[in-house]
Structure formats: C-alpha cells, structure tokens
C-alpha cells in the first residue's frame, strides 16, 4: 500500500513539473518560424506578423486554445467554419473557437482567413516588409479588441529581431536565447548537407517568392499565386488539380467559358487586385499587347486599369501609352 502510494504520488509529481514547464518565447521562433517564412512566400503576409500574432494570440504556444485545439491565432468558428470546435469565455461567455488537428493547420488557416476576409484586403497593398503598417492594419480591420494590439506586435517582433524573417532567411536563436541571428553556418557533415537540402525545398525557393506546393510550378504576381499554362491543359484540367471551380478560373482571370488557352499563357488562382505591386507604378505599351494583356502581367483588375487611366471599359490602347498602374492618372496627364 505504502509503495503505489508513493508511486502515485511520483507519477503526480511529474505530471505537476510537465505542466509547469512552458515553451519560452525562443523556443517558439524555433518551432515556428520555418512555417510562418513559407506562409508568407505562398501568402504575401509578413513572416513577423505570423509569428508576433502566433505568439500573442497563444502565449508563446502555452494557452489553453494551443494546447487543446492548436489554435495558435485566436480565430473563432464564424459562420463559415465547418471543422471541430471548442468553447471558452472571451469577449462573451463560451465563444466558440475552430480547433485543428495540428498547430501547422492553425498556420495555413490564419493565412486564408487573412486572405478571404474582404476587411483584410487592403493589407496586401503593403510591402511585405512594412511589419508596421500590417500591425496597424490588423488593430483596425478589428482582428481583436485590444487598443494596443499594433502596439503589442511591433513590440515582440522589434524585441525578437522577428523581422530579418521577412527576408525569407532561415534563422534560429543564438546562444542566449534572446536574439536572433542569421544561420549561416555550412553543414559539417554529408548528413547534414542532405538535412539542409531537404529543408530548402521544403521551404522553396527565396527568389521571387516561387513555391512548389503542387504537381506544377506554382509563382506569386503581385502576391497573387499564379501559374503557367502548359500543353494539353483546360479549365476542368486544373480546378481539378488545386481543388478549384472552373468558374474562380474564369472569374480571377476575367475570361469567358468559350476562352481557349494557350501554352505558356498566366493564368491566376487567386482573385486580382486592386493596384499594382510596390514600386510598379506605370507601364508604356509596347507593340502587341493590350490593355487584358497588362492587366494580367501586373496582377491588375481589368475595371481597375481602366478606371485609374480614365478609359472606357473595352477601349483599346496603342504603343506608347502610358498606364497608371497604382493610382489614378495624374491630372496634367
């Protein structure tokens, strides 16, 4: 009796000390940072912004939401959530929350939610390294309620370092745990050559934002995600294959049903957008293309081009024109 006593309360004890051990704010960045890099590189948000909100929302990982629904981010169920769900008190008694199966799904849905929700569309006219103006953003779109939320973030991602990761650089914590520095050590072993090789594809490739996510090459515009056309391909053929509607085939890339594709042809799997990337602020026509063709190189609505350019819908353009891509032609034009 004395002995399952004392082993009872052995197994306590170590229940009591696995309970009280709580990730630390670098342990987190470490777990985490390889994830929040890939989101942005097939996102477009800010890999600080990711990981500073991960950290926020879930207590570096240690809240109860992370624990039991790897929710890393706060997001309730909404009227569009059809997964698991668990309840807990918030801004109202027993809100509902999504749960996930793992904290890497609570990753990727915190980039769609951010990319779906019409209130958060403006962010994405943001250089991807303006982690200021994203944290502010995201306090005024209403992602919570905290008045200090922008203050909050900017806080963890400038006390971190958080945000060398916005060059997409794969780094770690140093020997205190408190900063963090590039990892740019070479692999001493074939081992860890293999490892480092694996990682990188894993994450793709730096340059230019290109992720390889399905069977084909899959690259961002004006961080929409975009593909090439190949050979043989339809409609049908490739809302298949990224588990689509032929119909957003046709809406993102403002073509009709009777369209035939060609070859080496753009064709977006993301709606487009309002304005131009950073930077991209006008075009000169140059001889064959048209005011379609420049909306799709640039990632531009085709009602949007028109508008900023004082053009009529269905006007054609000639070689030399100049286009405003961002704003609204300047007036003396």
Known sequence: MQK?????????????????????????????????????????IPASITL???????????????IKANNHFGIKCHSSWTGKKIYKNDDEKHECFRKYKSAHESYKDHSDFLKNGKRYAFLFDLKPTDY?????????????????YSILLIKIIEDNELHKFDKGKVIKPDNDNTNLVADSKKPKTKRDKRHKKRKTHHLGDVDNYTVNLFQREVKLNNRIKYIKVKKGDTFLKIAQEFEMMAGQLYRYNELDKNTSLKEGQILYIQPKRSKADFGKEYHVVTKGETIYTISQKYGIKLNKLYFKNNIPIDSKVKVGDKLWLRKRIPPEN
């Open 4 to 44: 399952i006593l004392l082993l009872s309360i052995l197994l306590l004890s170590l229940k009591v000390s696995a309970q009280e051990k709580k990730m630390s704010r670098a342990e987190y960045i470490e777990k985490y940072s390889e994830w929040a890099v890939k989101e942005m590189k097939s996102n477009g």
């Open 52 to 66: 500073a909100q991960g950290m926020l929302e879930s207590n570096n990982g240690n809240s109860r939401l992370a």
């Open 132 to 148: 200021k103006g994203w944290a502010k953003g995201l306090k005024k779109a209403g992602y919570a309620t905290n008045s200090k």
